[in-house]
C-alpha cells in the first residue's frame, strides 16, 4: 500500500505591517519618521510642562506644591499614555494613527492658555494643594496622555519595519530619542524659550510643531488631502479660539513681561493726585512710588525708617534682599546720600525694569545684583551692614523656603555691624491659625538675635489681628524697645506712626517650629494658612 507523504507545515504568517510600509514610504524613511517624531514629542512635553509653571504661578504661586501638582500630573499622564498607545498600535498598525494622537494633542495645547484664563481664578480658591492638582488635571492631563502614546505606539511600527527582527533595539532606539527630546525640551524652555518668547506664544508654538508632524504623519500614511481636512480646521479653529480669547490688556499698564522668576507687570493710576506707578510680580503687588517725585505708596516700605529709632539716628551702609520697585533702597539713598546701599534681587528682568520705570539710574549710590540672596551674603563674606532689610518674599503664596532658616538667618546676622538691624516683610497673621507663620518665624529669628520686635503695620486700621497683613519684624543684638517705648514723637511725624503700630510680643502665639536647612515646613504652613 503507497503511502502519501505528508504535507509540509504551512509557513507561520507574517506580522502585518504598518500600511506605510507597503506602498507610503520606505523602511527607512519611516523609521526616521518615527525618531524624529518621537524626540519632537519628548521636547514638546517638557516645554509644556516647563512653561506650565510660568502659567500657574501667577493664581497658584511659586511654592513647592504647584510643581508638585504639575509634575505629578504629567507624570501619571504619560504612564497612561504608554498603556493606551502600545494597546492602540496593536489594534491599528497604521502610522496614521500616530498622526492622530499627536493632532490631538496640538488642538489641546493651542486651548491650554484659554482654558486657564477661563478657570485659574476659581480654581485657585481652592488652596495651594488643590486648587494646582486640579489646574493641571484640566490643562495638561489629556494632552500629556496622547503624547505619552507616542513613544509606545512607534516602537511598534519601528519593530514592523524590520520585520520584528530587533525588537530590543527598536524599544531601546525610540526610547533614547524620546529621552533626548526631553532633555532639548527642557533645556530650550529654561535657557531660552522662557526669557525669549511670551508663554502664550511658546505654547502656540509647540502646538503648531504638533500639528505640523501630525500632517506629516498623514502624509506619510498616503491618506487624501479629504481625509487630513478635519486635522487642519481644528488646528485652526483651536489656535483663533485661543487667539480670540487672549486676555486684553488692563488699562494703566506701562510694561509687562514674561521672565524666566516671574510674570512681571508694571502699571500707573492717579489715586488721591498722587501718580502710583506699582511694580506687581505674578500676583503680587511688590512695591511701588509717586511715579513724579519717588516718594513711597505703600506703608510697609516705610518701614526701613525704624533703624532711626537708634542712637545715632542714621544709615551708613545697607543691604536689601529683594527689589520691590526700589522704592526703600533709593529712598535711604536720598536720605543719607553718603550712604552704600546694595540690593540682590534675584530677577535680573526686575532690576532692568527698575532702570526704566522706578528711577534706579537716578541714585548711583545704590547698586543692584543680579543674583540670590544666600549666595550673595556667601561670595561677600567680609562685608557688614549698618541695616539689612528682607524683603524677597513673593506675596501671600510663597516664601523662598531658604530665605527663612536658622541658617540664613545667622549669616544676616554675620553681615550686620555690632549695633545693625535685621528688618523683615512677613504677610501673615499676628492671631488665630494664619498666625502659624508668625510664631514660627519668630521662633527662628530668637535663635539668632536676643532682640526681636514686632510691628503690625495695619494695627491703627480696623483689620482683625488674625487676617493676613504686612507684619515687620525687627531683629537687633542691643535691646531696642526702650529707645521705642521712651522716644518722643509728635503727632502725625512717621515715628509716631511707626511706633504706634509696635505690638507686644505676647500678642502673637508662641510655636515649636524652628526653620532650618534641614527640616523647613514653611510651604506647608502657608497652605494651611490659605485654607484658613
Given at each position: 500500500?503507497?503511502r502519501?507523504?505528508?504535507?509540509s507545515?504551512a509557513?507561520?504568517p507574517?506580522a502585518?505591517e504598518?500600511?506605510?510600509?507597503?506602498?507610503?514610504?520606505?523602511?527607512?524613511?519611516?523609521?526616521?519618521?518615527l525618531?524624529?517624531?518621537c524626540?519632537?514629542?519628548?521636547?514638546?512635553?517638557?516645554?509644556?510642562?516647563?512653561c506650565a509653571?510660568?502659567?500657574l504661578?501667577?493664581?497658584?504661586g511659586?511654592s513647592v506644591?504647584?510643581w508638585t501638582a504639575?509634575?505629578g500630573?504629567?507624570?501619571?499622564?504619560?504612564?497612561a499614555?504608554?498603556?493606551?498607545?502600545?494597546?492602540?498600535?496593536?489594534?491599528?498598525?497604521?502610522?496614521d494613527l500616530?498622526?492622530w494622537l499627536?493632532?490631538?494633542?496640538?488642538v489641546?495645547?493651542?486651548f491650554?492658555?484659554?482654558l486657564?484664563?477661563a478657570?485659574?481664578?476659581?480654581?485657585?480658591?481652592?488652596?495651594?494643594i488643590?486648587?494646582?492638582?486640579m489646574i493641571?488635571?484640566?490643562?495638561?492631563?489629556?494632552?500629556g496622555?496622547l503624547l505619552?502614546a507616542?513613544?509606545?505606539?512607534a516602537?511598534r511600527f519601528y519593530s514592523?519595519?524590520l520585520?520584528?527582527?530587533?525588537?530590543?533595539?527598536?524599544?531601546?532606539?525610540i526610547s533614547m530619542?524620546g529621552s533626548l527630546g526631553?532633555?532639548?525640551?527642557?533645556f530650550l524652555?529654561g535657557?531660552?524659550?522662557?526669557?525669549?518668547?511670551g508663554?502664550r506664544?511658546?505654547?502656540?508654538?509647540?502646538?503648531a510643531?504638533?500639528?505640523?508632524l501630525?500632517?506629516?504623519?498623514f502624509?506619510?500614511?498616503?491618506?487624501t488631502?479629504?481625509q487630513?481636512?478635519?486635522v487642519?480646521?481644528?488646528g485652526?479653529?483651536?489656535?483663533?479660539?485661543s487667539w480670540?480669547?487672549?486676555?486684553?490688556p488692563?488699562?494703566?499698564?506701562?510694561?509687562?513681561?514674561?521672565?524666566?522668576y516671574?510674570?512681571?507687570?508694571?502699571s500707573e493710576?492717579?489715586v488721591?493726585?498722587?501718580?502710583r506707578?506699582?511694580?506687581?510680580?505674578d500676583?503680587?503687588?511688590?512695591?511701588?512710588m509717586d511715579?513724579k517725585?519717588?516718594?513711597l505708596?505703600?506703608?510697609?516700605?516705610?518701614y526701613w525708617k525704624?533703624?532711626?529709632l537708634?542712637n545715632?539716628?542714621?544709615?551708613?551702609?545697607?543691604l536689601f534682599?529683594?527689589a520691590?520697585?526700589?522704592?526703600m533702597?533709593?529712598?535711604?539713598s536720598?536720605?543719607?546720600?553718603?550712604a552704600a546701599?546694595?540690593v540682590?534681587e534675584?530677577d535680573?528682568?526686575?532690576?532692568e525694569?527698575?532702570?526704566?520705570?522706578?528711577?534706579l539710574?537716578e541714585?548711583p549710590r545704590?547698586?543692584?545684583?543680579a543674583?540670590?540672596?544666600?549666595r550673595y551674603?556667601?561670595?561677600n563674606?567680609?562685608k557688614k551692614?549698618?541695616?539689612?532689610?528682607?524683603?524677597?518674599?513673593n506675596?501671600v503664596r510663597?516664601?523662598?523656603p531658604h530665605?527663612?532658616?536658622q541658617?540664613?538667618?545667622?549669616?544676616i546676622?554675620?553681615?550686620?555691624?555690632?549695633k545693625?538691624v535685621?528688618?523683615?516683610n512677613?504677610?501673615?497673621a499676628?492671631?488665630?491659625?494664619?498666625?502659624?507663620l508668625?510664631?514660627?518665624m519668630?521662633?527662628?529669628?530668637?535663635?539668632?538675635?536676643?532682640h526681636?520686635?514686632?510691628?503690625d503695620?495695619?494695627?491703627?486700621g480696623?483689620?482683625?489681628?488674625d487676617r493676613v497683613?504686612?507684619?515687620?519684624?525687627?531683629?537687633?543684638?542691643e535691646?531696642?524697645?526702650p529707645?521705642?517705648?521712651?522716644?518722643?514723637?509728635?503727632d502725625g511725624s512717621?515715628?509716631?506712626?511707626?511706633?504706634?503700630t509696635?505690638?507686644?510680643?505676647?500678642?502673637?502665639?508662641?510655636?515649636?517650629?524652628v526653620f532650618?536647612?534641614?527640616?523647613?515646613?514653611v510651604?506647608?504652613?502657608?497652605?494651611r494658612?490659605?485654607?484658613?
Amino acid at each position: 500500500m503507497s503511502r502519501t507523504p505528508a504535507k509540509s507545515p504551512a509557513p507561520a504568517p507574517q506580522a502585518a505591517e504598518p500600511a506605510t510600509n507597503a506602498n507610503a514610504a520606505s523602511p527607512r524613511g519611516t523609521r526616521f519618521f518615527l525618531g524624529l517624531s518621537c524626540f519632537l514629542a519628548g521636547a514638546a512635553m517638557m516645554v509644556i510642562e516647563i512653561c506650565a509653571y510660568r502659567l500657574l504661578a501667577p493664581f497658584f504661586g511659586n511654592s513647592v506644591y504647584t510643581w508638585t501638582a504639575l509634575i505629578g500630573v504629567i507624570l501619571i499622564a504619560f504612564s497612561a499614555g504608554g498603556f493606551l498607545g502600545g494597546h492602540l498600535a496593536d489594534r491599528k498598525m497604521a502610522l496614521d494613527l500616530l498622526g492622530w494622537l499627536l493632532a490631538g494633542s496640538a488642538v489641546l495645547t493651542f486651548f491650554i492658555p484659554a482654558l486657564h484664563t477661563a478657570f485659574a481664578l476659581s480654581l485657585s480658591a481652592h488652596g495651594l494643594i488643590a486648587g494646582p492638582v486640579m489646574i493641571s488635571l484640566l490643562l495638561f492631563a489629556i494632552p500629556g496622555i496622547l503624547l505619552g502614546a507616542v513613544s509606545p505606539a512607534a516602537v511598534r511600527f519601528y519593530s514592523l519595519t524590520l520585520k520584528d527582527t530587533h525588537v530590543g533595539a527598536a524599544a531601546g532606539t525610540i526610547s533614547m530619542l524620546g529621552s533626548l527630546g526631553s532633555f532639548v525640551g527642557t533645556f530650550l524652555s529654561g535657557f531660552f524659550l522662557l526669557s525669549t518668547f511670551g508663554v502664550r506664544s511658546i505654547f502656540f508654538g509647540t502646538a503648531a510643531l504638533l500639528l505640523v508632524l501630525a500632517v506629516a504623519a498623514f502624509l506619510l500614511a498616503k491618506n487624501t488631502l479629504k481625509q487630513q481636512a478635519p486635522v487642519i480646521l481644528s488646528g485652526i479653529f483651536a489656535f483663533g479660539m485661543s487667539w480670540l480669547t487672549a486676555p486684553t490688556p488692563k488699562p494703566g499698564v506701562l510694561f509687562e513681561h514674561e521672565s524666566f522668576y516671574h510674570h512681571i507687570e508694571v502699571s500707573e493710576r492717579q489715586v488721591d493726585g498722587i501718580m502710583r506707578r506699582v511694580l506687581q510680580l505674578d500676583s503680587t503687588a511688590e512695591g511701588g512710588m509717586d511715579a513724579k517725585t519717588g516718594d513711597l505708596i505703600m506703608p510697609y516700605q516705610q518701614y526701613w525708617k525704624l533703624a532711626l529709632l537708634r542712637n545715632p539716628a542714621k544709615v551708613s551702609s545697607a543691604l536689601f534682599i529683594g527689589a520691590g520697585a526700589f522704592g526703600m533702597p533709593e529712598n535711604v539713598s536720598r536720605d543719607f546720600p553718603e550712604a552704600a546701599v546694595d540690593v540682590v534681587e534675584i530677577d535680573p528682568q526686575v532690576i532692568e525694569v527698575g532702570r526704566k520705570y522706578f528711577k534706579l539710574d537716578e541714585h548711583p549710590r545704590v547698586k543692584a545684583h543680579a543674583g540670590d540672596a544666600r549666595r550673595y551674603l556667601l561670595e561677600n563674606g567680609g562685608k557688614k551692614w549698618d541695616l539689612i532689610f528682607g524683603d524677597a518674599y513673593n506675596g501671600v503664596r510663597q516664601i523662598p523656603p531658604h530665605l527663612v532658616t536658622q541658617e540664613f538667618y545667622q549669616q544676616i546676622a554675620d553681615h550686620l555691624e555690632p549695633k545693625g538691624v535685621f528688618i523683615m516683610n512677613l504677610i501673615a497673621a499676628v492671631a488665630g491659625p494664619r498666625s502659624e507663620l508668625t510664631s514660627g518665624m519668630l521662633a527662628t529669628l530668637r535663635k539668632v538675635f536676643p532682640h526681636v520686635e514686632i510691628f503690625d503695620v495695619e494695627a491703627l486700621g480696623h483689620y482683625p489681628p488674625d487676617r493676613v497683613r504686612n507684619v515687620i519684624l525687627m531683629c537687633s543684638r542691643e535691646d531696642l524697645k526702650p529707645l521705642i517705648k521712651d522716644r518722643y514723637a509728635a503727632d502725625g511725624s512717621w515715628e509716631k506712626r511707626l511706633i504706634d503700630t509696635h505690638i507686644p510680643a505676647g500678642t502673637v502665639p508662641r510655636s515649636a517650629y524652628v526653620f532650618t536647612d534641614d527640616h523647613n515646613p514653611v510651604d506647608a504652613i502657608i497652605a494651611r494658612g490659605l485654607l484658613e
